[in-house]
């Protein structure tokens, strides 16, 4: 079924134990949508600056990301800075600059209204909201979000919580929003929002899903090497969304399978700064490590 993403498309300046780059190309709608592509043709919603580079634009349309939905205006593409700490898991932001995201006002066309699964990526819970309020009927809708939204526009983004069926969120954000230590009660917290499902994310930990009654664990692939973490949330959340958009099953046991493409993508992104190691990543690469995920995670279990 067709997916429908709106998020940011971002020039990052990241900083880590391992080096630094500037103005590289990030942002939500950018990572997911990379992601999503892998198993069907996300439609992305999003708008960038005159600044925004041609090659940029020619690897998400290249990558089968439908930009019909990406608007150039005139003005700055969104920035974002950020620091890892030496664990590579925790992060300080050093900046964000909205840019020609403090006036967007997305138009979704008919057949984007049409769209049986809807993402809405970080981005301020207002645009998030827009864009909810113009799909017809979607089948499945699921959204993230991020510190900076939790702690400046809290009001408008419980009120979007409430309408969707899926919250991807990372631990400290699910702590911050709901007031909760443990990531069980965290989660009960936000599905009595109204959100059936609700992924918690955490980093090199792993991810935890409730879906209903139903509790499942995604470990992150064991890397040799972690190269830049920036992205891995939304990489995560493009190839759950986008694995369950083609296959259109929202089965216990296909959310379950969808978790783990999304923890086998994530590990991918990291690997590389920016979208360097994912615009690489091909179907023979995806098979050799749900392969190696199944040898990681299966064990013989005889009755104890
Ligand atoms: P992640 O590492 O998955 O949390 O995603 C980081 C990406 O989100 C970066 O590429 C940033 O450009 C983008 N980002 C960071 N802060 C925000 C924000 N407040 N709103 C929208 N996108 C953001």
């Given at each position: 079924m067709s997916l429908v993403v709106v998020g940011s498309v971002a020039y990052d300046s990241v900083e880590t134990?391992?080096?630094?780059?500037?103005?590289?190309?990030?942002?939500?709608?950018?990572?997911?949508?990379?992601?999503?592509?892998?198993?069907?043709?996300p439609s992305l919603v999003a708008v960038v600056g005159e600044d925004f580079r041609p090659e940029d634009e020619a690897l998400l349309a290249e990558k089968n990301i439908d930009l019909a939905g990406?608007?150039?205006?005139p003005g700055k593409t969104f920035r974002w800075g950020g620091r890892y700490?030496?664990?590579?898991?925790?992060?300080d932001t050093l900046f964000t600059e909205l840019n020609v995201f403090e006036k967007f006002a997305p138009k979704l066309t008919p057949e984007q209204r049409r769209a049986g699964f809807l993402f809405l990526g970080n981005i301020q819970p207002t645009l998030q909201a827009s864009v909810l309020e113009q799909v017809d009927s979607p089948r499945f809708v699921a959204m993230d979000t991020m510190n900076l939204w939790i702690s400046t526009a809290r009001d408008e983004l419980v009120s979007v919580v409430r309408r969707v069926d899926a919250v991807f969120i990372n631990d400290e954000e699910a702590h911050q929003l709901t007031g909760k230590r443990t990531m069980v009660l965290a989660a009960r917290e936000i599905q009595a929002m109204g959100p059936d499902l609700v992924v918690i994310k955490r980093g090199e930990h792993g991810a935890l899903v409730f879906n209903g009654d139903d509790v499942f664990y995604?470990?992150?692939?064991p890397l040799e090497k972690v190269v830049d973490p920036t992205g891995a949330g939304d990489t995560f959340a493009g190839a759950f969304v986008g694995y369950l958009a083609a296959s259109a099953d929202l089965s216990t046991a296909n959310v379950r399978r969808a978790a783990i493409i999304g923890a086998l993508m994530a590990s991918f992104c990291v690997e590389g700064y920016s979208v360097e190691r994912?615009?690489?990543?091909?179907?023979a690469a995806i098979r050799d490590r749900y392969r190696a995920f199944l040898e990681l995670t299966s064990f013989d279990a005889p009755a104890l």
């Open positions: 134990p391992l080096g630094q780059r500037d103005d590289v190309l990030g942002g939500s709608g950018t990572f997911f949508s990379l992601a999503a592509a892998a198993f069907t043709r990406l608007t150039r205006v700490h030496s664990d590579m898991n925790g992060r995604a470990p992150a692939f994912l615009r690489h990543v091909d179907a």
